[in-house]
Nanobody
Framework: QVQLVESGGGLVQAGGSLRLSCAASGLTFSDYAMAWFRQAPKKEREFVAWITGPAGTTYYAGPVKGRFTISRDNAKNTVYLQINSLKPEDTAVYYC????????????????WGQGTQVTVSS
């Protein structure tokens, strides 16, 4: 059974930084594309970034490009999201997701999700 556990969220002032982590178990981690999504109050869950398994190719949503960095450590079964220059509009619950079939930006294609970690940015 695949388990994903996020950590690292918190309350931070605008302009600050956080590093989110997602520890995975129950899967051959390097075979899976990993992604981060986020969901703000009263909004749909939206794609943030993905990283492929073996090659570590990355892709970002437009609003976070240049501020967020996704990375992974296959030896530790962990994917990270470094978030810099935080803005109030980054406030959301951040979720990691895993997909054996490859990296996509679509929520519907991921069937393995963590419980989320709250990021709150004050202005």
């Amino acid at each position: 059974q695949v388990q994903l556990v996020e950590s690292g969220g918190g309350l931070v002032q605008a302009g600050g930084s956080l590093r989110l982590s997602c520890a995975a178990s129950g899967l051959t981690f390097s075979d899976y594309a990993m992604a981060w999504f986020r969901q703000a109050p009263k909004k749909e869950r939206e794609f943030v970034a993905w990283i492929t398994g073996p090659a570590g190719t990355t892709y970002y949503a437009g609003p976070v490009k240049g501020r967020f960095t996704i990375s992974r450590d296959n030896a530790k079964n962990t994917v990270y999201l470094q978030i810099n220059s935080l803005k109030p509009e980054d406030t959301a619950v951040y979720y990691c997701a895993a997909n054996f079939r490859g990296a996509t930006t679509s929520v519907a294609t991921y069937n393995n999700w963590g419980q989320g970690t709250q990021v709150t940015v004050s202005s």
